[in-house]
């Protein structure tokens, strides 16, 4: 059996464990939701507090040049590039990963205009299903769903487009992006990933697999604050071909020159459509700080140590929960998920001991590991409160079973 | 003749005069760009920065229910209706304007289904073009641009919505509202304002004309902050019919119930998409802040004032440049523009003075006026700047001439 000590061990031999300090977290909690909201850089708050009194308080409209609020989708994209094996010039910071999924969804569609489907996963994502079948409905073409493990023989000559989370939000299973790609390119189909559950946890090489398209989140392992702008990747052997509908003057070859016809920018900034966000984009580039010299492999390693160790405490510990994530790790992202008929009570209970993960429908208990701050005694607690939620009923009182807004 | 003295006088009889204690503004600066960056609410740092440190770096993810970021979209908007003549339920925050013009052209077609003509203004803010013809492409629809003066004309039964700016960007004049609209509605057809350049200084309102949908800017007059989300109204008579494309799961009716197909929430709800940048909609939350107690009516009246006295300072002052806005102040909204045809460098003079206006091309200086914190001595101070930069000949100086990728 596992032990508190083995845990403290583990932490005391893990080489990221100093890039715990790269984070503010609140004592007496252990997170387990970085994967819906990624905690807070240290590197943060004094950013967001320049770009607020002296970039905007004083420095106003001039900051566009000077500080650079006109780059700056660029420039993070630039950052975020690495993390997904993706050329600088190949990713941009825009909008949100719905509206993105608009834009890209669409360009492919009008890249394949000899082919109808668009081929998705069922329980994916529910905003990636809609936006699909509206960008369908828009085109006359039509959303083929099929389960995660069918995907790959799913994709045939009526394919236009693949689109699938890399890692599903829900299970925590992940695609083998590379076979995945080379499936598609082979039946000359598309393929558009979206990274939200993997950029910034999994090393991922859009650009050796050959991708297409992808979309990531900003707020989850990126840590770039609530709602912090997405980024999208088109690859470069298609920036000049790329066609897509939100054709806003942030995207255009000469913005200031305010010509009455749209002409798309080159490269990756044709997909930029309106004014972003600063606050929140700076908010973001500040927190990619805290991946500055770390590198994604040991990312990867601890998170693969931290959820067999999670989902071994819970098989050792926890006989009423089952782990219903992936057990072989090359097929699971930084997730593990256990199901329970009473999920939602049982997360309700232990955010009130300071256990923090969360629930998804139906009976899904959902527990994401940020390596850069989760530690293994982290696991052992969380599991050591959820042992004391099921066995003293706590998930039974009435406060718990109270549904909020936001689950 | 005017002169400075007659200006103090009238600050010191300005019944808003106070109002700009709530703006930070630094010293020696003359700043007339608040219609494309408007000045940093007081209110809004210690907002920002509680929602970074406390709300994100302490509350975490729990903050979607307890500081209130779920309704932050329809909390803001609540606030922006009574600034723009709208019933509460009946405005959203999210997004850009140019994301936003997509969702509301799209749904207008779509409850036109049988005309097939967006009708815009030539010489429109470039985005409105845009994103016009890329939504007339996807349905086989016809965008038609006609001149400022011959809109209301060229409103016939062939027209789906009328989508045009209720004020100029580039030369300040201003539509009848209410007039255009009841010609719209005679015809059968929709309109689409955009308020980017009358929401918060123009009283506007769309309830009365009868208006169906409208966007607007959260950064301009608002003092939402660099790239803060726009806004859109939705008429509540078409709430229950509005049927857009951008179906992220924001808009669905239940979205944590993760349901694979989208059922558009009831209201102007549907209308969101993905997960709102919530660093900048709470810092625009604050910033509204500065608009408590302040009558539309009365920064309407100063308006007029500052914008009267900058023209006829220039006038009187400025033989070399043209007043191009509209000289009836009922046909004008919070901006004076100049044309010169060195007007680029002499902007540039301007700026080096501390004297803040724009350029546009080809060649309008452009000076917007902020009632809440501009006061009459900034325009003399303006216009005196402006004759020492001629008079001097400083706009001859190379580094004045050089442009510089935000214009």
Same mark, same amino acid.
Request: with cysteine.
């Given at each position: 059996?596992?032990?508190?000590?083995?845990?403290?061990?583990?932490?005391?031999?893990?080489?990221?464990?100093?890039?715990?300090?790269?984070?503010?977290?609140?004592?007496?909690?252990?997170?387990?939701?970085?994967?819906?909201?990624?905690?807070?850089?240290?590197?943060?708050?004094?950013?967001?507090?320049?770009?607020?009194?002296?970039?905007?308080?004083?420095?106003?409209?001039?900051?566009?040049?000077?500080?650079?609020?006109?780059?700056?989708?660029?420039?993070?994209?630039?950052?975020?590039?690495?993390?997904?094996?993706?050329?600088?010039?190949?990713?941009?910071?825009?909008?949100?990963?719905?509206?993105?999924?608009?834009?890209?969804?669409?360009?492919?569609?009008?890249?394949?205009?000899?082919?109808?489907?668009?081929?998705?996963?069922?329980?994916?994502?529910?905003?990636?299903?809609?936006?699909?079948?509206?960008?369908?409905?828009?085109?006359?073409?039509?959303?083929?769903?099929?389960?995660?493990?069918?995907?790959?023989?799913?994709?045939?000559?009526?394919?236009?487009?693949?689109? $699938?989370?890399? *890692?599903?939000? &829900?299970?925590?299973?992940?695609?083998?992006?590379?076979?995945?790609? =080379? +499936?598609? %390119? /082979?039946?000359?189909?598309?393929?558009?990933?979206?990274?939200?559950?993997?950029?910034?946890?999994?090393?991922?090489?859009?650009?050796?697999?050959?991708?297409?398209?992808?979309?990531?989140?900003?707020?989850?392992?990126?840590?770039?604050?609530?709602?912090?702008?997405?980024?999208?990747?088109?690859?470069?052997?298609?920036?000049?071909?790329?066609?897509?509908?939100?054709?806003?003057?942030?995207?255009?070859?000469?913005?200031?020159?305010?010509?009455?016809?749209?002409?798309?920018?080159?490269?990756?900034?044709?997909?930029?459509?309106?004014?972003?966000?600063?606050?929140?984009?700076?908010?973001?580039?500040?927190?990619?700080?805290?991946?500055?010299?770390?590198?994604?492999?040991?990312?990867?390693?601890?998170?693969?140590?931290?959820?067999?160790?999670? $989902?071994?405490? *819970?098989?050792? &510990?926890?006989?009423?929960?089952?782990?219903?994530?992936?057990?072989? =790790? +090359?097929? %699971? /992202?930084?997730?593990?998920?256990?199901?329970?008929?009473?999920?939602?009570?049982?997360?309700?209970?232990?955010?009130?001991?300071?256990?923090?993960?969360?629930?998804?429908?139906?009976?899904?208990?959902?527990?994401?590991?940020?390596?850069?701050?989760?530690?293994?005694?982290?696991?052992?607690?969380?599991?050591?409160?959820?042992?004391?939620?099921?066995?003293?009923?706590?998930?039974?009182?009435?406060?718990?079973?109270?549904?909020?807004?936001?689950?």
């Amino acid at each position: 059996m596992t032990t508190r000590r083995d845990c403290s061990a583990l932490d005391r031999s893990d080489v990221l464990a100093q890039a715990r300090d790269r984070f503010v977290l609140p004592p007496g909690i252990v997170y387990l939701d970085g994967n819906s909201l990624g905690a807070l850089p240290v590197s943060v708050p004094e950013r967001v507090r320049d770009v607020v009194e002296r970039q905007w308080g004083t420095d106003l409209i001039r900051s566009w040049n000077t500080n650079g609020w006109w780059d700056l989708p660029r420039r993070v994209g630039d950052r975020i590039a690495p993390l997904v094996g993706a050329a600088p010039s190949e990713v941009i910071v825009c909008d949100s990963i719905s509206v993105n999924l608009f834009k890209l969804l669409t360009a492919a569609l009008r890249l394949r205009p000899d082919r109808r489907v668009i081929l998705t996963e069922a329980g994916d994502f529910p905003t990636d299903g809609y936006v699909a079948a509206s960008v369908a409905s828009l085109h006359g073409a039509e959303v083929r769903a099929v389960g995660h493990d069918d995907l790959s023989d799913a994709i045939d000559g009526s394919v236009a487009v693949v689109a $699938a989370s890399h *890692v599903s939000y &829900r299970t925590g299973a992940m695609h083998d992006l590379a076979a995945v790609t =080379a +499936r598609a %390119r /082979g039946a000359g189909a598309l393929v558009l990933w979206d990274l939200a559950h993997s950029a910034g946890v999994v090393p991922v090489d859009l650009g050796a697999a050959g991708a297409d398209l992808a979309v990531g989140c900003g707020y989850k392992y990126l840590n770039g604050g609530p709602g912090a702008p997405a980024f999208l990747f088109v690859a470069g052997s298609l920036h000049e071909a790329f066609d897509q509908p939100l054709t806003g003057w942030h995207g255009h070859a000469r913005p200031f020159a305010m010509e009455p016809a749209y002409e798309p920018a080159p490269g990756v900034s044709r997909a930029a459509t309106g004014t972003p966000p600063v606050l929140s984009m700076a908010a973001l580039d500040a927190a990619l700080d805290a991946f500055d010299g770390i590198p994604l492999e040991a990312v990867r390693a601890k998170s693969v140590a931290l959820t067999d160790l999670f $989902a071994r405490l *819970v098989d050792e &510990r926890v006989p009423g929960c089952a782990v219903v994530s992936p057990r072989d =790790a +090359r097929r %699971r /992202g930084s997730q593990v998920c256990l199901s329970h008929p009473e999920a939602y009570a049982i997360v309700q209970a232990l955010i009130a001991r300071g256990v923090i993960g969360d629930f998804r429908e139906p009976s899904i208990l959902r527990f994401g590991f940020a390596p850069l701050y989760v530690r293994f005694v982290d696991v052992w607690d969380a599991v050591d409160h959820l042992v004391a939620v099921l066995e003293g009923d706590e998930w039974r009182r009435p406060e718990h079973r109270t549904r909020a807004a936001v689950t």
